[in-house]
């Protein structure tokens, strides 16, 4: 991953994490899906100070929403509940970009597509394999938030930043769902008698 962003999570966020450990983590996962949404209506309003806001904020509540699933022993529901609402959340954000045109439609759906497949794999590959996947791939979707941070943060000042930011985006993210899936390739076994459902 690029920013590493999972590895200083837990030492910043561990002393706020242990303070607020009383609340489910789940609620911190629907508050990151909510901000998310407000980002996808700034992106489509052009109002840039209230994406870089909702964007630190959705980066905030989803690294502290792991932290205190750990803290608290994390459960398959609250690990579904996270990658569902994360999915809605990208959606959100990608059809802003789209419809705010900072991006055209064709590449504003490649980097979708390269976002859905890079947790889609992460989320097969754990299943089937049962060891965690975090770490491998160039773009994460902890790297993505950041990502779109600094390009909203430079679009301030350079017309045409998000849509690099995009390109970056594609390139990306479609460089980690084939890194994840050489990593299938050479890790989980092909065992016909394995039956697998899909």
Known sequence: MI???????????????RK??????NVFTVISLFFSL??????????????IICLFLIELFDQLDGVIARLQGPTKF??????????YGD?????????????TPFLGLLAFIGAFLTSYTR???????NKSLGGVGLLERTDRVPLLIIGAIFQIFFT??????????????????????????????????EKIIS
């Open 3 to 17: 920013f590493q962003i999972k590895k200083f999570s837990q030492k910043l966020l561990l002393p706020l994490g």
């Open 20 to 25: 607020l450990s009383n609340i489910p983590a």
């Open 38 to 51: 407000i980002s996808g209506l700034g992106f489509y309003l052009k109002l840039l100070p209230l994406i």
């Open 78 to 87: 609250g690990a579904f509940l996270d990658s569902t609402l994360d999915r």
């Open 91 to 103: 959606a959100a954000i990608f059809i802003g970009i789209i419809l705010g045109g900072y991006t």
């Open 123 to 129: 989320a097969r590959i754990e299943g089937l394999y």
């Open 160 to 193: 045409g930043a998000l849509w690099w930011t995009m390109i970056l985006m594609i390139i990306g993210s479609h460089i980690t769902v084939f890194q994840r899936i050489l990593y299938a390739f050479k890790n989980i076994p092909r065992n016909r008698e």
